[in-house]
């Protein structure tokens, strides 16, 4: 079984640096272009993979990501609870402003069709007597 272990570990490390070195865009790449790297890791069994993971690839993403998902979701704003969004509260005292001159506004029109009522009723009653 130690045996096998022996060539499985290597064989593992091998392949998946190949693929990982066959992934990674070519801006990424450091030293050398990508097809020594693919050489490199292929023919050197055990030290190329360890070289191209040291030393071969770039280990930070770009600044502005490498897909316009990414470009969107590192442009995005970060969430705010509505009750620490001054943005939102500002809306909220706006939105009570109109309201309240909104309910004003159907006061003063309810009391004047009150003064109406009552002024015809007055006059109902005046023209009965």
């Keep these: 079984m130690l045996r096998a272990l ?71 704003s970060e969430w705010v609870a509505p009750d620490d969004n001054p943005e939102f509260l500002k809306s909220l005292k706006e939105e009570n402003k109109k309201d309240e001159s909104l309910l004003k506004d159907w006061e003063a029109d309810l009391r004047r069709r009150e003064e109406e009522l009552k002024k015809r009723e007055q006059g109902e009653d005046k023209g009965e007597n």
Excluded: Q
Aim: hydrophobic share 50%.
């Design 6 to 76: 022996m060539y499985i570990l290597p064989l593992a490390l091998t392949i998946y640096a190949f693929i990982d070195c066959l992934n990674t865009p070519e801006d990424e790449v450091k030293h050398l272009p990508k097809v020594v790297w693919v050489i490199i890791i292929l023919l050197f069994w055990i030290v190329g993979p360890i070289v191209w993971f040291a030393a071969g690839k770039l280990r930070r993403a770009p600044a502005g990501g490498r897909t316009p998902s990414e470009w969107h979701r590192n442009h995005r």
